[in-house]
């Protein structure tokens, strides 16, 4: 069994920062690419920011310079630091996951969501 857990979302004035964690747990073997998603009200779900497990990252050109992903491959836990945040950011963020388990099949996972709301 395998979950992803974010924190960190929140109510952020525009121009503000908010650091978002997704922490994996269960019988896991090893992460590979890690994302993370959001999806505001009435759109649909659309890719933020990757990574590979050897720290390659890719960025949706709406958030490229303002956000940066990274991992902590010891702790099986990802991060989306936001900055200069927008009101267009306002979304519910989604970290996904390919993760190998112990058993050594590899699916992908979702957690459950964080919302993150900028506005004055």
């Known amino acids: 069994q395998v979950q992803l857990v974010e924190s960190g979302g929140g109510l952020v004035q525009p121009g503000g920062s908010l650091r978002l964690s997704c922490a994996a747990s269960?019988?896991?073997?090893?992460?590979?690419?890690i994302g993370w998603y959001r999806q505001a009200p009435g759109k649909q779900r659309e890719l933020v920011a990757t990574?590979?497990?050897?720290?390659?990252?890719n960025y949706a050109d709406s958030v490229k310079g303002r956000f940066t992903i990274s991992r902590d491959n010891a702790k099986n836990t990802a991060y989306l630091q936001m900055s200069s945040l927008k009101r267009e950011d306002t979304a519910v963020y989604y970290c996904?996951?390919?993760?190998?388990?112990?058993?050594?099949?590899?699916?992908?996972?979702w957690g459950q969501g964080t919302q993150v709301t900028v506005s004055s």
């Open positions: 990574s590979t497990r050897g720290g390659s990252t």
């Open positions: 269960g019988s896991i073997f090893r992460i590979n690419a």
């Open positions: 996904n996951a390919d993760i190998t388990t112990m058993t050594l099949s590899t699916s992908r996972y």
